[in-house]
C-alpha cells in the first residue's frame, strides 16, 4: 500500500501534556479520548474534557501532527447518545478521524459525517480482509487497527487483498486475547472494556500479605503470590500465574509487554501504514523516550539507513518483552 | 414446539468430543431432547473440522428427521485463508440458516441467505441490532456479558424489528478467543502441533488461582468460565423482558435431564425453584451463575441460593433475622445439591453480618432492608430499568 519509507507513527496522550509531549517528540499522529465510557482507557485521572481537546486538536495541527479520536467502546443499550455525541464533538472539532469499533456507532457516523475519515478500532479485532472489507464497503472506513492475533506474514496477505490501510501495534501492552472480544475483566469485577473502557481495574485490585507472601487479587481471585518484600505485578487477568492440570504458572501469557520493534523492516515491506504505540495510561517521561526513539527509527528506515537498534533496546531494559503473534511460534 | 414462552435452541458443541461421543449426543438429542433449534458445527478451532466431517452430516440428518431445526455454525475468529475458504464454502454447500459468530461472513453472505446473529457478535445496542436485522438476520443471541438492562431494552429493539432474541441460559460462558491456544501451551506444545490434547477434556481444563480457587476454563484457543451460565431460576422476568428463546450450550453429563428441566420451567410447568434443583442435579458438580446479567459481576454466586427463600407461595422475601435461620436451616436439611454441597453458605454468612442488629443500629441497612430491595428490584424491572447496582448484590431471588 505504502512505499516502506512513509511509515506513519501513531502515538498515545492520556493527558494534554502528554499529547504535547508526544507531539514534540515527533509523532505524526497522536490517538486519544474524551474523558467518559466512549474510550476504552477509561481510567480515573486520564483523558480529555471537549475543551482540552478542541485546544490539543489546535496544537497538533499547528505542528503538523494528526489527532485520532477513539470512541472505541460499545455504545450502552439505551444511552447512545453519550457515543453519537463524541462522534459529532469529534467531528465538529475537526478531528483527524474516529477510531470505531461498534457497529451502530460507524452506521451513525458514516451516514451523519460522510466527510469524517473512520478507522476501525482493534476493538473491532477485523482479522483478516474479508471482515475488513466488510467494515470498507459498509462505512467506507479508510484505515483498520489490526488485533494482535496475526503474523507478519499473515498482515502481508491481508494488504494484498484489501484497498485500506493498516496500523498495528508495535510497542507496549498487550492483549492476548483478541481485542473487544474479551469479558474476563466482567466475569471477575463487573467492569469490562467493552462496556466501561476498564479491563482489570485498579477499583477492585487488593493486595494483601498472607502466610508471608503478598497476594495480588483482583475481584477476590488470587493473581499472582510472591515473596514479601518482592515486587508484586499487577493483577491483569490474562497475565495472571495459574494451574491447570499439571501446569503452573502463566496459563495464558507472561507478564511480557510487546516491542516489535525489530520487525519494523519487515512490517514496512508488508505494506502496513501505521505503527502503532499503546499506553495512553503512561507518563509524559515515557511517551517523550519511546516517541522519540520510534520516530528516529522511522526516519533512518526511511532514508534507507539502519535502525538503530540500542535506543530502542534501551527503551525495555529491565522488564520482559515479546514480538507477540507476529512470530508464529507465539500461538 | 416452542416451550411455553421460549424457544429452546442447543448451541454448538464447544468441546472437541471424539467423533462417537459426539455421535451418541447428537442421536441423543435428536430423539430425546425438547429442543427446537440445534446449532451444530465447529465454532472454536478450526483444526478440529476434519475429525468432525464423518459425523456432522449423520448429525444433522438425524436431528432435521426429529423435527428439530439445524442452524449451521461458523468460527468466532477467522485468521487462516482455509477458514476463509471454509467460511465462503459453508454458504455454497447448504441452504440451511448460518449462524454467524464473526463478521467475517457478513463480507460473505449471498444476498438474501438467512442468517443468525451469535453470542460472539458484539451486538450491545439497538442501532448494532438494528444494522444487522436490515441486512437480513433474524435471530440474535446475545453476549452472555449483557446486564439485564440491556438485554430488556434490546428485546423492545428486536420485537420492533421483528426478530428473535435469545440468551445464554446455560453452560459455561465464553469469555475470550485468542490467536494462541492455551490447551496446547500448558501441554509444552504450540497450536501448530497441537497434538489434539484439548480433546482429554470433556468440559473444559480447570484453571484454577494460586490459592485453588475455581476461575476458569480453557478450551483450546477458548477461554471460558467456570461457572455455569444458569438462568432456569430467572424465566418469569426474562419472559417479562421479552426474550424469545434460551440457548444451552451442551456439556457432558445428562444433557437431556438439563434440557428437560428447562422445557418444563419455560412452559411453567415446574417452579424456578424446581427447575433448579433438577439442573443441579443433572450436573451435580457445576457452580451455577446468573451474575453477568443480575450480579455486581459475571462470576457472582447464584442469589437463588438465598437460604432464607421460604418455600411456600408468597409475595415478599422474609426480612426479620428468625426466619432467615429458619429457612437457612430447612435449606441445609433439604440438602438441594445431590452432592451434599450448600453453594449458598457464603452468602448466608454475608448476609448475617451485614443484617445483624449491630450492623442495624449503626444505620448499614435499614431494617426492612430485604423488602425494600426486592420491592425496588421488581419494580425496576417491571418498568424496564436496570436496579441501582448497589442494590444488585443483595437482592434475593423471589418465587413469581
Keep these: ?331 | 414446539m416452542t416451550q411455553g414462552r421460549f424457544g429452546l435452541t442447543v448451541g454448538p458443541l464447544l468441546f472437541n468430543w471424539p467423533a462417537d461421543r459426539f455421535a451418541d449426543f447428537y442421536a441423543r438429542l435428536a430423539d430425546e431432547a425438547p429442543v427446537d433449534r440445534v446449532v451444530i458445527g465447529e465454532s472454536v478451532c478450526s483444526k478440529r473440522e476434519p475429525f468432525r466431517e464423518e459425523c456432522l452430516g449423520p448429525a444433522i440428518e438425524r436431528l432435521e428427521r426429529a423435527g428439530k431445526k439445524v442452524v449451521l455454525a461458523s468460527l468466532t475468529l477467522v485468521t487462516l485463508e482455509r477458514e476463509r475458504r471454509a467460511a465462503r464454502e459453508l454458504f455454497a454447500q447448504t441452504q440451511r440458516e448460518v449462524e454467524i459468530d464473526d463478521l467475517t461472513l457478513m463480507n460473505l453472505l449471498p444476498q438474501g441467505a438467512p442468517f443468525a446473529v451469535g453470542p460472539m457478535i458484539n451486538v450491545y445496542n439497538e442501532p448494532t441490532l438494528g444494522f444487522l436485522a436490515r441486512k437480513g438476520a433474524s435471530r440474535f443471541c446475545l453476549p452472555p456479558e449483557l446486564p439485564f438492562a440491556s438485554v430488556a431494552t434490546l428485546a423492545r429493539s428486536a420485537a420492533e424489528h421483528g426478530v428473535g432474541l435469545e440468551i445464554w441460559a446455560y453452560g459455561r460462558m465464553p469469555l475470550a478467543i485468542s490467536g494462541r491456544c492455551y490447551h496446547a501451551r500448558v501441554h509444552g506444545l504450540s497450536k501448530d502441533s497441537c497434538q489434539f490434547v484439548c480433546e482429554r477434556d470433556a468440559d473444559g481444563l480447570a484453571v484454577r488461582t494460586a490459592d485453588g480457587t475455581e476461575f476458569l476454563a480453557i478450551n483450546g484457543v477458548q477461554t471460558l468460565s467456570h461457572k455455569y451460565a444458569n438462568l432456569a431460576g430467572d424465566l418469569d422476568r426474562l419472559a417479562g423482558a421479552g426474550v424469545t428463546s434460551l440457548r444451552l450450550s451442551p456439556h457432558s453429563g445428562d444433557f437431556i435431564a438439563i434440557a428437560r428441566a428447562f422445557a418444563r420451567a419455560a412452559a411453567g410447568e415446574i417452579a424456578p425453584r424446581e427447575a433448579l434443583e433438577q439442573v443441579q442435579a443433572a450436573a451435580p458438580e457445576a457452580a451455577f451463575t446468573n451474575g453477568f446479567l443480575f450480579g455486581a459481576n459475571g462470576a457472582a454466586p447464584l442469589p437463588a441460593a438465598c437460604p432464607w427463600q421460604p418455600r411456600a407461595k408468597h409475595s415478599r422475601v422474609g426480612c426479620n433475622l428468625s426466619r432467615i435461620t429458619r429457612a437457612s436451616t430447612r435449606t441445609r436439611r433439604d440438602a438441594w445439591t445431590s452432592n451434599g454441597s450448600w453453594p449458598g453458605i457464603t452468602h448466608r454468612a454475608a448476609w448475617r453480618r451485614r443484617s445483624s442488629p449491630a450492623s442495624r443500629r449503626r444505620g448499614r441497612i435499614p431494617p426492612d432492608s430485604a423488602w425494600t430491595i426486592s420491592r425496588r428490584w421488581t419494580s425496576s424491572i417491571s418498568a424496564g430499568v436496570a436496579p441501582r447496582r448497589s442494590l444488585r448484590r443483595g437482592c434475593c431471588w423471589r418465587r413469581a
Design chain 1, 1 to 331: 500500500m505504502t512505499s516502506p519509507g512513509s511509515l506513519e507513527l501513531v502515538c498515545p496522550a492520556g493527558t494534554p501534556a502528554a499529547f504535547r509531549t508526544a507531539v514534540e517528540a515527533g509523532a505524526h499522529a497522536v490517538y486519544c479520548g474524551f474523558n467518559d465510557e466512549t474510550n476504552a482507557r477509561n481510567f480515573p485521572g486520564l483523558n480529555f474534557s471537549r475543551v482540552e481537546m478542541a485546544d490539543s486538536i489546535g496544537f497538533a495541527h499547528r505542528h503538523g501532527a494528526k489527532v485520532l479520536i477513539a470512541v472505541n467502546t460499545f455504545p450502552r443499550a439505551g444511552a447512545f447518545e453519550l457515543w453519537t455525541r463524541a462522534v459529532d464533538d469529534a467531528a465538529g472539532m475537526q478531528a483527524d478521524a474516529v477510531i470505531l469499533a461498534d457497529l451502530g456507532l460507524l452506521d451513525y457516523a458514516a451516514t451523519t459525517h460522510p466527510a469524517l475519515r473512520l478507522h476501525v478500532s482493534v476493538q473491532a479485532a477485523a482479522a483478516n480482509a474479508d471482515a475488513i472489507a466488510f467494515y470498507a464497503r459498509n462505512f467506507g472506513v479508510r484505515r483498520v487497527v489490526l488485533p494482535r492475533v496475526l503474523s507478519v506474514q499473515e498482515i502481508a496477505a491481508i494488504n494484498r487483498d484489501i484497498d485500506i490501510e493498516t496500523e498495528v501495534f508495535i510497542f507496549g501492552g498487550l492483549c492476548v486475547m483478541a481485542e473487544g472480544r474479551c469479558s474476563l475483566s466482567s466475569y471477575a469485577t463487573g467492569k469490562s472494556p467493552n462496556m466501561n473502557g476498564a479491563c482489570s481495574p485498579a477499583s477492585h485490585v487488593e493486595y494483601r500479605e498472607e502466610g508471608g507472601d503478598l497476594v495480588s487479587r483482583i475481584g477476590g481471585f488470587a493473581i499472582h503470590r510472591v515473596k514479601a518484600g518482592q515486587a508484586a505485578p499487577y493483577p491483569t487477568l490474562c497475565k495472571g500465574s495459574f494451574e491447570a492440570g499439571e501446569y503452573r504458572g502463566h496459563v495464558f501469557e507472561d507478564p511480557v509487554s510487546l516491542d516489535a520493534a525489530s520487525l519494523i523492516p519487515q512490517l514496512a515491506a508488508a505494506g502496513v501504514t501505521a505503527l502503532k504505540i499503546e499506553g495512553r495510561q503512561r507518563s509524559r517521561a515515557y511517551t517523550q523516550t519511546v516517541v522519540r526513539n520510534f520516530r528516529r527509527a522511522l526516519d533512518a528506515l526511511a532514508a534507507g539507513r539502519p535502525i538503530p537498534a540500542g535506543e530502542l533496546r534501551a527503551l525495555t531494559e529491565g522488564q520482559r518483552t515479546t514480538s507477540g503473534a507476529y512470530n508464529k511460534t507465539w500461538r
